[in-house]
């Protein structure tokens, strides 16, 4: 499920709309409200968008999250390098042994060696897939926890709904809150690993 996907769940539940049907909404933003003179320079719109991908990537949170998979990976990738130089190790020595042993005692040991590679071919790819998962559980459990930052930037901005920038066909740079909704964030959850846990 996209990253973006989840965020637009989640907006919907954080504003209590529902959603009418599954198409992409395409909508051009109304006439965004200028702030009069003496009022400040926040610029208030019903309407205002997002780049999920560049918020979560921006942030301290979703930063942290990155580096802690990216290490996760690496040491997998390690494994993995190490457990093929090993297997190959054997695979030769099998080999080399295979002039000494009977035609029936090497087939019943390259069988084995052949299943005990499948088998660890197997694992290796549960740990792989592991990862991906461990990677959307963070990013759904990082949008449940940016949720009521999101409609605190709604409510200040008077805003009704917030879009994904990317499904927008025509808008103003002054809706967009993304750069504004990092700094909330990185304000509020910083590193987000004391956040407490949001729930659905």
């Known amino acids: ?16 709309a529902a959603a009418q049907d599954d198409d992409p909404i395409i909508t051009v933003e109304p006439p965004v409200q200028q702030p009069e003179p003496g009022q400040g320079s926040v610029v208030r719109s019903p309407v205002l968008t997002i780049d999920p991908e560049q918020m979560f990537s921006q942030s301290l ?9 990216q290490a996760e990976t690496e040491a997998l990738a390690a494994e993995n390098r190490r457990i093929t130089e090993e297997l190959e190790t054997e695979e030769r ?32 790819d549960a740990k792989e897939r592991a990862l991906g998962q461990t990677l959307q559980e963070g990013q759904d459990q990082f949008l449940l926890a940016i949720r009521p930052l999101l409609g ?8 009704a709904v917030i879009l994904d920038r990317r499904d ?5 740079g002054a809706i967009d809150v993304t750069a504004e909704a990092v700094q909330l964030i990185d304000s509020e959850l910083g590193t987000g690993e004391e956040a407490p846990v949001a729930e659905e």
């Open 93 to 124: 020595a099998l080999t080399e042994r295979r002039r000494t042993m009977s035609p029936e005692d090497f087939r019943a040991e390259a069988e084995a060696f052949d299943e005990r590679v499948q088998e660890i071919r197997r694992t290796q």
């Open 61 to 69: 949170y979703g930063q942290r999250m990155a580096d802690e998979l």
């Open 168 to 172: 927008v066909i025509l808008g103003v």
């Open 152 to 159: 605190q930037l709604m409510a200040a901005r008077g805003a």
């Open 1 to 16: 499920m996209r990253l973006v996907a989840t965020l637009a769940v989640a907006l919907l539940l954080a504003t209590g």
